[in-house]
């Protein structure tokens, strides 16, 4: 059965602190892996990742991918009240392009 | 706005009833998809169309739930007969379709149904 595990379940830190945010997967036919963030409505697109080692960056997110190892870290510098949120990761597979989503990290952000 | 949108945001019913969902998609957009998401999980697939075809269903999609797409532009879900195990975000997705680039899937803002 196609598995995305992300951990940890729940982060809380200070403003201005740096965090990672764990996502590993186990499945039959990977496309690529999506990271979204959900407040309270809609996830909202990140970053997708298809090769390993290339960083995407988007200001102070940044991902990576392992396919070898078969997980991906994304990286959220100087936080900031706002980036509180669930992060939600995702492997497309093959064929379908359907999702198969990790539970997601609640990520708390203290002022 | 262009987004993908979905009507209601917002469904209660009582256990038993019928209810429908409506998704449009991006408008140039060819794949539809729907999600179901509980408190505190991520989404979890339920079908998804390619025009107007509904070419996957989860085994999560019991004979209670069907989804259309008759022109291939907006897409509805029926569930007959709810249950209170029902109640969740349901989500709905679009995506563009190229053989050989991935494109991501960009949702609506769901529609929370509660059964009581």
């Known amino acids: 059965e196609d598995k995305v595990v992300q951990s940890p379940l729940s982060l809380v830190v200070h403003e201005g602190d740096t965090v990672t945010l764990n996502c590993s997967y186990e499945?039959?036919?990977?496309?690529?892996l999506l990271w979204y963030k959900q407040e309270k409505k809609a996830p909202t697109f990140l970053f997708m990742l298809t090769s390993s080692g290339i960083e995407k960056k988007s200001g102070r997110l940044s991902s990576i991918l392992d396919k070898k190892e078969l997980f991906s870290i994304l990286n959220i510098t100087a936080t900031q009240t706002g980036d509180s949120a669930v992060y939600l990761c995702?492997?497309?597979?093959?064929?379908?392009?359907?999702?198969?989503f990790g539970q997601g990290t609640r990520l708390t952000i203290n002022p | 706005d262009t987004g993908v949108s979905q009507d209601p945001r917002h469904k209660i019913t009582k256990r038993g009833q019928n209810v429908t969902f409506r998704c449009d998609p991006i408008s140039e957009h060819n794949r539809l998809y729907w999600y179901r998401q509980t408190l505190g999980q991520g989404p979890e697939f339920l079908t998804y169309?390619?025009?107007?075809?509904?070419?996957?269903k989860s085994r999560l999609l019991s004979d209670r739930f069907s989804a259309e797409r008759p022109k291939g532009s907006f897409s509805t879900l029926e569930i007959q007969r709810t249950e209170q195990g029902d109640s969740a975000m349901y989500l709905c997705?679009?995506?563009?379709?190229?053989?050989?680039?991935?494109?991501?899937?960009?949702f609506g803002p769901g529609t929370r149904l509660t059964v009581t």
């Open positions: 997705a679009s995506s563009a379709l190229r053989t050989s680039v991935s494109y991501e899937q960009y």
């Open positions: 169309f390619q025009n107007e075809a509904q070419l996957e």
């Open positions: 499945v039959t036919n990977f496309r690529s």
């Open positions: 995702a492997v497309e597979l093959q064929g379908a392009q359907k999702l198969v």
